[in-house]
């Protein structure tokens, strides 16, 4: 193998894939980028073995030569190493050469580099895709669902299943919905595909969503998603994302949402934001992120929080809006901050069914975002 | 204690003196920020015993109105809260009064908090500091005698002189001495102060160096340092920083610079810096981050590193200048990366005395930087 490669094109395409790369990988040929040259492009891999990234670089784009290949062949390099070093190169020009036993020289303007190469057959094989049924989603949209969900996913590995995200495609509208059992964040869109296609129970690791989100550029342009049994094929321009499926059954959720409420409240967002910030703030120095949330007279809300060794934070905010029973409710002030920070709308309708029932938060302005509080039972 | 005052210029004061709060406060009184209110002005206090800083918040300042005073008084407040609420309060506005037992309510917009407040008078008193001789220096050039200096302090508390920065003070020059005994800062800088004006063997922390830097603004505006037997005190504007001296005697490293040299080479400093730095990510995979500098041929100079794991980098700078003995040596790649960081000279000056002895660089246009490393015994 033997090329001379532009080096902003192979850096980014290795900062691309080098997001598969665990810290800790379980065999040594996971700590490699894998580098496969062909006359037409140069392919980067890295996986660790839940998500794998392919990033490619044509030998010529818009008519610029980005790539000479004297010599086709692969080699794997060490991942943590290269990431940091190409960058670093002195010249806009990089010439990589392997050699027998994988020997690799590289070399940009008067440095040289030489390493010492793994062997591309001992690194895994990825999945093969049948890409029989492709679902396309604008990239901005993909990312701005996940943005809406994944608050709401477990961080704790007792149950596996729910540190994903759950996904559902029936009758044209693709659904994401996260839960860790205080809490549960839904996302429904209209997608453009043949009303037969349909899937449930695929499940995403929230972080690998993360990841993903990452390398989505902010366009409208669709990335073709292909699903199948126990994996999921995201296609983005020059990239390909590999993910696995999370194995379990995820719990039903669908008898969580009430649809009959006893107090329905409309709030500026960022006025309720502001002020569940600084009862957080309170609030956080007991373990329990405990808020308090009362209607108190003239359409006006109060929120409270109280700390045993500093004090108390009361804020009145006024409802825009408001029907029903009077409230008092008591509840985790971070998890209605997450649900805030992702609603991007100005106003949100907050819905009670007494103090021991789940709260729903939603934007006043679409029934596309669904977001639901487990209630804390307090005394008092 | 009662009053109104402007939320920024709180805010801003609070910043400034947090600086000063331990994480783990060794009393309770330490975590606090003590608020006295005059007619005057608003001073806050903040000290971790090492350091000590205080803001002065005047109650008008050029025509305007920053504070009413209803009613002086003093009190002391949970530093991590009020630092963290301050400046999220919804108001320009922030009220504070200071009722029975240091109960202290806060109020701004439609926030209200009650805070338990603590005794101001078991809030330690700040030395009392005669400030019969003065010395005033730029504040944009004590910062880069700072910057230039603290690179080479000790952070091992083995030895906790050599944590600080030692300060000397004779016939006008100001001078910066610091080194771990593996490497050596130091700067001299001409100051406008009588030259009967000495001071010898006074070392502050480089942590509290650090913390001092950031309080300075980048301005040629002198400011004020009065050097007392066991504190020396920062006289900023508005701002009062006081830090202990540490205890013992900073050993004499009057002789470790050489001041004939086998081997003088000059260098462009980015051409270097780079170099360095892509032996350094080849160096760090040993714990060593052993480089190797060797002359050859034609005025250039190589820089090489190697890691048994990963490879070897090599590296070749053409010498600006170059005059002595063919050299080979070896050093840390990582003290000589610092170094370069800091000088801000287009070239600098690197004199060797053979591969044993201390390295010496310094920038070519002027004498005020000199630094020291010592090399590494190897074999080959």
Known sequence: MKLTIAKNELNQAIQN???????RPTIPILGGIKIDVTHQNVTLTASDTDISIQS?????QNGQIIAEIDKPGSVVLPAKFVVEIVKKLPSDQVSIEVSQHFQTLIQSGSTEIQMVGLDPEDFPVLPSIEQDQVLQVPGELIKSMIRQTVLAASTSEQTPILTGVLWNLQQGELKFTATDRHRLASRVTKVDTDE??????????????NELYKLIPDQHAPIDIVVTDNQVLFKLDH?????????????DTSKIIPSVFETEIVLDTKNLMDAMDRAYLMSREEKTNIVRLSTIDNGLIEVSS???ELGRVTEQIEAIDYKGEQLRIAFNSK??????KVIDSEKIVACFTGAMRPIIIRPLDHDYCVYVILPYRTTG
Chains 1, 2 share one sequence.
């Open 196 to 209: 037969q296609f349909r899937f449930s129970n695929i499940v995403i690791a929230a972080k690998t969503l």
């Open 239 to 251: 990239i390909l994302f590999y993910t696995r499926i999370l194995d379990g059954t995820y719990p």
């Open 56 to 60: 490619f670089i044509p030998v010529e």
């Open 17 to 23: 894939v080098a997001k598969a790369i665990s810290a």
């Open 306 to 308: 109280s700390s045993t």
């Open 335 to 340: 998890y209605m901050l997450d649900v805030l």
